[in-house]
């Protein structure tokens, strides 16, 4: 029994160690498939992917007040834009130098990791100070029906005095309890009693990425975020 037993585990590692080698071969040899059907269809599952993580990234962001989410959503409007440019232009590009000799070669060699190195990077900068152009409130528009829509808080707001102050008020709000505006990290405000309206400052608004925009979270009595919205200063309505 002890000898069937000690003669199964190597085997067992043996067989999980060759899947694993198996895998990563497919999945490089996938990686620089260059024909073009590979090319198309590349480029579009990393659109689907980007499409996907993007969109559903910003749904969760409007309920739940998950810092992940920032990366995930960045990697998705990033690989949206790079991806099919990576292996429509980088591969190819790095094929055609690899077949060459010198300086060309080395590039070659080194090109789709150095790429995919700054891709990353882009990423976790993107992810840490989060693009307005990023932000997009689906909250609303996934709503369902009126009646579930109607039992939703909504948050409108409209610039005032030429756009120096931006005016802001919560409606159906019957399940806030607290309404915290922030913008760069830092509290700006908070409203504690309804109505739960409010005024922001436009100079008090913080740039990220080149965006002037702050967020309002609404929190029920439980302290539990209900909703979360971002609003940047060039798309608030005029009064």
Request: hydrophobic share 45%; proline share 3%.
């Amino acid at each position: 029994m002890d000898n069937a037993s000690e003669s199964g585990a190597p085997s067992l590692a043996a067989g999980v160690a060759s899947a694993v080698r198996g895998g990563w071969r497919s999945a490089k040899t996938v990686y620089y498939a260059d024909s073009p059907s590979w090319r198309v269809l590349k480029s579009g599952a990393l659109v689907f992917l980007g499409c996907f993580l993007w969109a559903g990234s910003n749904v969760l962001h409007s309920y739940v007040d998950w810092a992940v989410l920032d990366y995930t959503m960045a990697y998705g409007a990033l690989v949206l834009v790079y991806g099919p440019i990576h292996h429509a232009v980088v591969i190819p590009l790095a094929l055609r130098w690899r077949r060459s000799d010198g300086l060309r070669q080395r590039v070659g060699r080194r090109l789709p990791t150095a790429m995919l190195a700054v891709f990353l990077a882009a990423v976790l900068v993107v992810g840490t100070f989060a693009a307005g152009a990023m932000t997009v409130d689906f909250g609303t528009a996934i709503g369902g029906s009126e009646g579930a829509t109607a039992a939703q808080p909504e948050l409108a707001c409209a610039t005032e005095a030429g756009g120096e102050t931006v005016a802001c008020e919560v409606t159906n709000a019957e399940r806030v309890d607290r309404v915290v505006v922030r913008t760069g990290g830092e509290r700006l405000l908070e409203v504690t009693d309804p109505p739960y309206e409010f005024t922001v400052e436009a100079s008090a608004v913080d740039t990220t990425m080149d965006r002037e925009q702050f967020r309002v979270r609404l929190y029920d009595d439980r302290g539990t975020l209900v909703r979360q919205y971002t609003r940047r200063l060039s798309t608030v309505g005029m009064n």
